[in-house]
């Protein structure tokens, strides 16, 4: 396994002793003593960043450079009140204001990469807070001055919180929550109530890890993490009206650096990431390269993984007109499919409903048995981004991304359902060969600026396109049933595979938009926000097999999504904001009915209201919304074909949340969130003399969490005995999950009623201590993440039949060093 054999290599540097160094600052007769660290969101120093003090009136102070591990120091400071500017070429600029006493000041500064994007200037150094974002306008917009709720997840955070699976992460954002649509082989969560499909952004671009069997994004290259919240098609299409989650990858820097670490864990964990970052042509040309190897058991028996994935990635700049950068991605790796738990069915009552609890089995049973869920998948990616500076005020971006999937799963075992009282589990049984995909994308977009008299605009005009074919072979047999609190795997199948029933697919997705969004400036720090598109669609599935007559079906779509939005700066501190949003998502994400045709277009529409504020010299943000979200044509899994879907009519999500993130003190640093929402079913064609399914209608929708909070604290002490330590903690809750299957008596017959499966209330505690110190200009660094501290026996997720466990107490080491 090529991340041991790595580990093997690296194990005795990075066991080198921490020695602390003996140092003491004094405060000189004329002044005192400013220093500091300049680092960027990976932590990695930045070497020749330009320092300076200045006070009140604009007057420099002091000046100075970072070094080769990006420390500063300035001497003879006097004692007042200023502000500090660091600055370096590629990096947004980064503010703070300080306060110089005797005993000095010590400080650390984090810059965000530019390169790629409009250069702006952001004040203050943040911790967790993030004044920025342009996922929700595709333009780099104060948050704000953006009548959009968005949150960022910036890299700290997901340091400190050690998380290694991107819904760790977002889930420190309101009305986020796991869910298990890729059954644990793939990035599943929902957004205000209604289920992603495990589809992501990544610098803006489309990463459908549904429809492509796509592997989970990696997290050693991530530089942070943008939610928008409600529907956002008007700027990027297809979409689910929740809201989306768009990962920001790591860029090539200007400055030179390396980064490697090492990471262990219970059940056999070993993960060693590499970060390595070289100019080659002075600040014209330079070359990062990211790798990440991982090999791992689990809890869970029969899951194990085992990938290694490489991010290769060029950036020239060889003069202020252009800027092109070329990334690419190799991942080959060994994934397992988790069912969870199954629910053992209750007994129904009087009007055929029951309600059903997770089996009273250990967290680790899996009912598949050994060597089965195996997929082995391999994905390639390349994506060149040119932005052409035209003039200072409109850059025009041009983006092309084409990236393969080959990702079989010869034998898939599924729950078909409750298990009865006395614990026979029905299976459902799957076999696919092979299974490959190739995606085109194109992004064309243009955004300007402009005055006409005191409106100040942020016009922008684009274009799209993503385009998805695939191939994939099909078959179905019927294990034999399997008992929870007996299993005996390997048994002979029901009916087993018969290839003469062999199907074939071929099926596709095309979809290209136009839009046109403006974002004006009005007396008196009013905002608005307009845009539309027109999107033009189509999906197709030619199917073929001896088990049903072959038949081509074809959806065409043409919606129009607008959007508008109005906001209000009263002053520095706070804003408030309404906005209205349409949604668009086509046929369903292409899910098919029991007949074999695709289920209606989606639609949705959103109104919000909400307020925005920040303190502390933008150190702190926080923000509230209230918000109600119609969707139309929903789908969910038909109980009687589970590999295909229902249209339930209309869902009706309301709710309130809020978040809060940044530095409290110099040393304390917080993020949290809190979202209490209602996700109800308020129209369903089905019955039981139409389709033979019960109607959902009054019911909360499947798998939804009824209400999710989060909270994290970091205290990295900058002075005294314990300058170098960290140490941070939190916890994470969500309540009222519930999905449904069919109820049955004891004699086997349905009762016309649902089977409610719940999962119960939840909140896991987090622990994490850290210490860091440079060793002959070498920063080394330890920490120690103690995930879920009190061993508590719970479940992330619930579909169908199915709840997914969540991890015991885990230990998580990890070593660094950064050269």
Known sequence: MVPARVLRVLFPILILPLFPGLSALYAQSSGATVSGRVEDTTGSAIVGAQIKISDSSNRLIASGISDSIGRFTLNGVPLGSYVLTA?????????ESIIVTEAGATLSLTLRVAASRESVTVTANTGYAVTHADAGTKIELPLMETPVAITVIPRPVIDDQQDTALVNAITNASGVAPTNDGYGSSDSFSIRGFDALSLLYQDGVKLDEYSTSGVPQDMANVDEIEIVKGPASVLYGQAEPGGLV???TKHPHPNRFATLSQEFGNHEYFRTVADVNQPL??????????????????????????????????????????????????????????????????????????????????????????????????????????????????????LYKLEWHNNPTPNELVYAGDADPAGDLPLLGFTEDYFHSRTNQVVADMPGKFSLGPVKNIFLIGFDFYKDRGDYDYNVYVPATINVFNPVYGQ?????????????????????????????????????????????????????????????????????????????????????????????????????????????????DQVEFGVKSQWLEQ????????????????????????????????????????DVAGKVTRDVRIIGSFSNLQAIVTTDTNSLDTTGVPSQQGLPLSGVPHSTASFWATWEPHSGPLSGFKFG??????????????????????????????????????????????????????????????NSHYFTAVNPGQALPGAPFNLLPKLTIRF
């Open 729 to 790: 903690g939190g916890v994470q809750n969500h309540s009222g999950e519930q999905a449904y299957t069919l109820a049955y008596d004891s004699s086997g017959n349905p009762t016309g009623g649902w089977e409610l499966d719940r999962i119960p209330w939840v909140a896991v505690g987090n622990l994490m201590g850290g210490y860091d110190r440079e060793f002959r200009r070498v920063q080394i660094s330890a920490q120690l993440n103690i995930n879920n501290v009190a």
């Open 87 to 95: 600055e370096s070429h590629g990096f947004i600029s980064a503010r």
């Open 281 to 398: 042509i002075g600040k014209q040309l330079f070359f990062r390269f990211v790798f990440d190897g991982l090999t791992a058991n689990s809890f869970r028996n029969f899951i194990s993984t085992d990938n290694v994935s490489a991010y290769p990635s060029l950036t020239w700049q060889p003069d202020r007109l252009v800027d092109l950068t070329i990334q690419a991605s190799l991942v080959k790796g060994n994934y397992y499919l988790d069912n969870g738990i199954p629910f053992i069915a209750g007994v129904p009552d009087s009007t055929g409903n029951a309600s059903a609890s997770p089996a009273p089995v250990s967290l680790s049973a899996n009912f598949v048995g050994p060597g089965v869920n195996s997929s082995t998948d391999q994905e390639y990616s390349i994506k060149p981004t040119l932005i052409l500076h035209l003039s200072p005020n409109w850059p025009l971006r041009l």
């Open 246 to 248: 768009n990962v920001v």
């Open 492 to 604: 002979p199948p029901i009916s087993p595979i018969d290839p003469s029933m062999e199907g074939y697919n071929n099926l596709g997705f095309t979809e290209y938009g136009a839009y046109v969004q403006d974002v004006a400036e009005l007396p008196g720090r009013v905002f608005v926000l307009g845009g539309v598109r027109l999107n033009w669609a189509e999906q197709f599935e030619n199917y073929s097999g001896a088990g049903s007559p072959p038949f081509t079906e074809d959806v065409h779509d043409r919606p129009i999504t607008p959007r508008a939005g109005l906001l209000w700066q009263e002053n520095d501190h706070v804003s408030m904001y309404g906005s209205y949003t349409s949604n668009y998502g086509a046929s369903a994400l292409g899910l098919l009915t029991p007949t074999g045709t695709f289920l209606p277009p989606e639609s949705a």
């Open 619 to 658: 150190r702190l943000t926080a923000s509230a919304a209230v918000y109600r979200i119609i969707k139309h044509n929903v789908p969910e899994p038909d109980p009687l074909n589970p590999a295909f879907s229902l249209a339930v009519g209309a869902v009706r999500s309301q709710g309130v949340e809020a």
